[in-house]
């Protein structure tokens, strides 16, 4: 087990003025990594990375993810490989289903979406690698990378997790990632070699422990619902947590009733030297990068305070 490599969520709602000095800041306080998102009505992935790699110079910049039924994975490899070129080594990618509700809005939900998103991933990596597919469909040898970039899956279910095992250089786990979950999510891919493991959680760190919790308390409203319900089942808590959210009449009063305990497992929340055991443990889990999604008003000073675990 090594430590894990410790990034940081850009906001997907974040200011259009202040993305650049969030990228910037980001990567003068030592984080290893920087991860944009794909959500439905906010800003674009690749254009957010084309932008953040742009403005900076060391930090790695991940992509997480990119829904592939919205794009043509030819027209996809030509974004992903000018990244690639004009970025050498600095950009992952996550594809993955999407979210299904989002999908079906925007009318590119695929009638077999796993068989789909193995084709995808595996129709990119051939074009990125300079191949020929659907007979005569390639990139052009100016427009080929020199390397592969690392192409990951964001999945949660039991099948998408071991096909990312099959045909992906890693995997992409949202919210919230204890370390029984990665273990179990490991467990389902079972890769063949190595293969990365990227955990999304909500961050807050202060010298009060208590006041951590609550700073990232807000920011596990969502996991009540059913869609979230994998992440929490290997936990101790799991029956208990769902009985909570059945007897709330909402997310707001679920997440005001959970115990501080439970938060604490469900967030990267509490002092310096708490986080930092924490990110350990989910190494010890696979976890082999931590990305934090900062929790409370102001972004860019939770930045600062994420910080003190480097």
């Known amino acids: 087990m090594t430590s894990p490599q410790i990034g940081v969520v850009l906001p997907r709602d974040l200011p259009a003025a202040q993305v650049l000095p969030y990228a910037r800041a980001a990567e003068r306080l030592g984080f290893d990594e920087l991860w944009v998102v794909e959500d439905l009505g906010f800003r674009g992935g690749l254009v957010q990375a084309a932008a953040v790699l742009g403005a900076t110079e060391r930090i790695r910049v991940g992509i997480g993810i990119l829904p592939a039924a919205v794009r043509n994975p030819a027209f996809a490899a030509m974004e992903i490989a000018t990244l690639e070129q004009l970025h050498p080594g600095r950009t992952d990618v996550g594809v993955g289903h999407g979210m299904p509700g989002w999908m079906r809005q925007a009318g590119a939900w695929p009638e077999r979406p796993l068989t789909f998103l193995a084709e995808y991933v595996t129709t990119l990596r051939t074009l990125l690698g300079g191949g020929t597919v659907a007979g005569d469909l390639r990139l052009d040898p100016s427009a080929v990378p020199d390397a592969v970039p690392p192409l990951l899956l964001g999945v949660r279910g039991p099948r ?151």
């Open 160 to 310: 998408s997790l071991a096909a990312s095992g099959r045909v992906a250089d890693g995997t992409v786990l949202a919210e919230p990632v204890a370390p029984q979950y990665a273990a179990a999510a490991l467990d389902a891919v079972a890769p063949r070699g190595e293969h990365r493991l990227v955990a999304y959680n909500i961050g807050a760190v202060d010298d009060d422990e208590a006041a951590a919790l609550r700073t990232a308390r807000p920011g596990l409203e969502w996991i009540g619902e059913p869609d979230w319900a994998p992440r929490v089942a290997p936990l101790p808590f799991a029956e208990e947590f769902a009985a909570l959210r059945a007897s709330s009449a909402s997310r707001a009063e679920f997440v005001e009733r959970l115990p501080d305990e439970w938060v604490a497992g469900l967030a990267l929340a509490g002092t310096p030297a708490q986080v930092r055991a924490r990110i350990d443990e989910l190494g010890r889990a696979g976890v082999t990068s931590s990305v934090f999604i900062p929790a409370g008003p102001d972004p860019l000073a939770a930045l600062d305070a994420l910080a003190r675990v480097l």
